[in-house]
């Protein structure tokens, strides 16, 4: 979704902002525009606040924004380099990356949006719900709108703040604030004060990277930070900070000064980066056994049978004895929540519920404080409506934990207590080893949850050793890869694709189903194999693949009969199978292999073929693989 980047320094702001703006692009985007103060005298900002306040205006403020990619905006700023206008000059900056929610992609809606004399520019990410109202009163007033966005509305708002009451931009912006509704991450430049930043946050991540020699960056996330600096500093809701070359001081939007804690940042650079891969999603499927031997590292001992997980220590004899887990997650996240209500329940024996956080936020549920613990699945830790549902947990005395990829992320400080994947930044939109991770994660707090329990010490070794063998597994079924791309070939024009499988791969049916439509835009559902009579069958001729999860566990010949009753109405049987198991070579017109493991365990090498099978439809259909059409890698905005 919206991205955010803001520089102030001495370097040139350009290439740094666009530059920012490209590590920002995995968010899902459909415009793109930067905004570059140039100092008083005309050259680079020289870090002097304007000498003589009746004298304003003594910057240049230059915005350019583009619809489409953000290649579209380095072209256009090529060109004005190679033509006459040279680059924008100015080392004080902030660019967008916008997801359009109010009015189309277009020029005129992306951001940055400016004041009517342009005296300052501000990028948002959020939603204004209240934009409606201001606009009318602002109207009513004699301001006038060039765009259809509630961004243009916050910056005339606080343009008009300003005018009526002659208050520094920083006052107008918190002023301004308190009279809006709904989330924001803001950052404004300012023509009349080159040495000026100022960014608030409610709702909408912001991150500040504090670089060395008097150098300041603003990110949605850190990723366009990395490559500057590892000292960070998270505002939190309610937050502002104003930042110039040498410091910046956080306050809340109220006004009352903070003291905030630096923190580093755990990514390197090159993790960010395609590393000779065409996609990153083919490079996160290929990771996929060194993420999952991150997330167990010093987690599980399988020799003393025993999982330690020191983010739930504190927490683990309330997660033992809950009488109710509540998994809520969107996405993704919630197909490996499916697959941890099989786990938490049938190793540990406690009940689980599963919920859309978006249903979730809404419906009151009814949480039994100190009975009920809340887990939230998130892979970016962002996502609007699985914060809401955070915080809505909490409101009703619940316990509330958190498995979250990114380290830093809102959900990951705002729960009780969590677990991060140490999967390593995932970058393509549609996720990949954040799902194998979060299973992974899920397996072991089952397993912790367990110990001493359900499972005696035996049975703990034999799973742990198992789990650990996992990894492995991957690794051998991704030597496979060309033998699902040349599937992918057979089957790349087909328009419809059913995905059915029971059990621990029922959930894996619906992520295979949600990653093709995903990507290559073709139609997918994906259903338990047992429902596929009480509709979906209807659908079913030989125009239809149907993929079956058949692997040989508990539900193999049920699903052997659900693959008789496709084959009976002319479907194309796809099946994923047990490695040795040649007993579906005549049934299915394809089928795809997977190594050996305890039931349990099958979703984390049964998803692999279905990810791959995905990305290769996709790559011969043409698609953007990594930035799919509408999708947001991280979905910020309920
Ligand atoms: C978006 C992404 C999905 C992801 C979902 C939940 O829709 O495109 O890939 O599964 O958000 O994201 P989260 O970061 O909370 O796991």
Known sequence: MCGIVGYIGDREAEDILVKGLERLEYRGYDSAGVAIVDGPDGSAGNGQAPSDEKNPGNGHLSVHKKKGKVSALRDALGERKNGSGGGLPGSVGIGHTRWATHGAPSDVNAHPHTSS????????????????????????????????????????????????????????????????????????????????????????????????????????????????????????????????????????????????????????????????????????????????????????????????????????????????????????????????????ESLAEVPVEVEYASEFRYREPILRPARDVVIAISQSGETADTLAAVREAQNRGALALGICNVVGSTIARETDAGVYLHAGPEIGVASTKAFTCQVCVLTMIALAMAEGRTLTDGQMQEHLDALAGVPEKVRTELQREEEVADLAKIYRQASNFLYLGRGYNFPVALEGALKLKEISYIHAEGYPAAEMKHGPIALIDRFMPVVFIAMKDSTYDKVVSNIEEVDARDGAVIAITNADNHELDDLAEYVMRVPETMEYLSPLLTVVPLQLLSYHMAVMRGCDVDQPRNLAKSVTVE
């Open 117 to 344: 004399d342009g005296r300052f520019a501000l990028v948002h990410n959020g939603i204004i719900e209240n934009y409606a109202a201001i606009k009318e009163r602002l109207r009513e007033k004699g301001h006038a709108f060039e765009s259809d966005t509630d961004t243009e509305v916050l910056v005339r708002l606080i343009d008009d703040v300003q005018q009526e009451t002659g208050l520094p931009l920083e006052e107008a912006v918190r002023q301004a604030l308190t009279q809006t509704v709904g989330a924001y991450g803001i950052v404004v430049a300012s023509a009349e004060d080159p040495d000026l930043l100022i960014a608030a946050r409610n709702g909408s991540p912001l991150i500040l990277g504090v670089g060395d020699d008097g150098e300041h960056f603003i990110g949605s996330d850190a990723a366009p930070l990395i490559e500057h600096t590892r000292q960070v500093v998270y505002l939190e809701d309610g937050e502002m900070v104003v930042v110039r070359r040498d410091g910046y001081d956080v306050k809340t939007i109220e006004g009352a000064d903070l003291k905030k804690e630096i923190h580093e940042l755990e990514w390197d650079l090159e993790e960010i980066e395609k590393g000779g891969y065409e996609h990153f999603m083919l490079k996160e499927i290929m990771e996929q056994p060194t993420a999952l031997e991150d997330c167990m590292r010093g987690r599980i001992n399988p020799e003393k049978g025993q999982v330690l997980l020191g983010g739930l220590t504190d927490v683990m004899d309330a997660l033992r004895g809950a009488d109710r887990v509540i998994l809520v997650a969107c996405g993704t996240s919630w197909h490996s929540a499916l697959v941890g209500e099989y786990l938490i």
